[in-house]
């Protein structure tokens, strides 16, 4: 088959979302020319030479941009421009309905059979049958918080689903709880949702040795720490991590310092104010976004990863520590113990004692914070995006018997 595959390269300073999709198109590339399918990447036109000079890009790899020049017609499409005409279907037919997207019109031009795009929200419901991935339902199940309702966006986030997400022919989602909540929000039935799970992010396999003291220390880290790498939006719960960073330092004479990482989504005055009222702010350092050198060198010093955000089912952090050697405390959110299996520590994220119990008790027994690391480490090996890619090939050969039924 003729596969598109989207790709809308992200910004670093999207976080998972960047980790995720560089690691899937590394493996893609890597893996492609073992499949017999021909691949068209479908970027914006600005990216094509970006695209085009990948070193080692397989000959089955195409790069194909969204709004570039026609090109020329090829006999095959001289023939089908012939038979739409005499049918009855030409350009002028064509001209009367209405225009079709800059993404839709690459999938024309180059023949595309199926589509398979990693990103989240980029495209419409083709004629083409396409794989999507769902991530989070989170509008669904807590529709309260503003990144996921504020103004318009639950109502376009409930369009997308309620169109794409209903006519793909597959639906990728990274654990069971996933597949659940497809099937029951949008009656999606059970065959065509297939559970794979987020791959531990390449970065973090055998790192490259660094003086991660000084990066600390750059970073104003002057002593133990807790961590926590999250975009500030109000799910990802900061507030009660505060609250109960003030419970883990009282009487404490060597107070944990904590290392917020992430960019501001609207959140964070409101958390710097919090920290101040709690009497915290001494103990807290908001970074921002910082390179992923620094980001290592923060999980490998860390006396343990707090993530205590309320969207699941699947997160990508928690993996980052795992393979980076540093135990994990997490919020028992739907999907998290299967995701993450007995490698995590879970609290209730809402309840500040919940957090501030699990500290201690990596305090008070250092055999089990080791015991953590070392379940991290083989949860970390699992599954990886070469495991993910293959997944992925291996349904595309499934649905070409079905997809050469029609022209």
Known sequence: MKIGFFFNDPSPHSGGVFTYQQDIFRSFLELAAKSHHEFHVICEHHKQEDFSALPGRPANVHISPMDGPEPPLTPRR??????????????????????????????????????????????????????????????????????????????????????????AAYVITGTEEGRREIENFYRVPAKRIRVLPLPTPSFCFNPPAADNASRLQALGITGRYLYYPAQFWAHKNHANLLHALRLINEGETEPF??????SDHGNLDHLRSLARTLGVEQQVLFLGFVAREDLTALYQGAFALTYPSLFGPDNLPPLEAFALGCPVIASNYDGAQEQLENAALYVDALAPDSIAAAVRQLQANPGLRQQMIEKGHIRARKWTATDYVQEIFSILDEFEAVRRCWQ
């Open 257 to 262: 310092q904590l290392a917020l990482v992430g």
């Open 78 to 167: 001289r023939v089908k421009l012939f038979l739409r005409r005499l049918l009855g279907k030409g350009n002028r037919a064509l001209e009367k309905g209405p225009k079709i997207s800059q993404a839709a019109a690459v999938l024309v031009r180059n023949e595309i059979e199926f589509t398979w795009s990693i990103g989240h929200y980029e495209h419409e419901a083709f004629d083409v049958p396409y794989i999507t991935t769902v991530f989070d339902l989170q509008h669904r199940l807590q529709p309260w918080f503003p990144e996921v309702s504020l103004g318009s966006l639950w109502d376009s986030r409930e369009e997308f689903f309620s169109r794409y997400v209903r006519r």
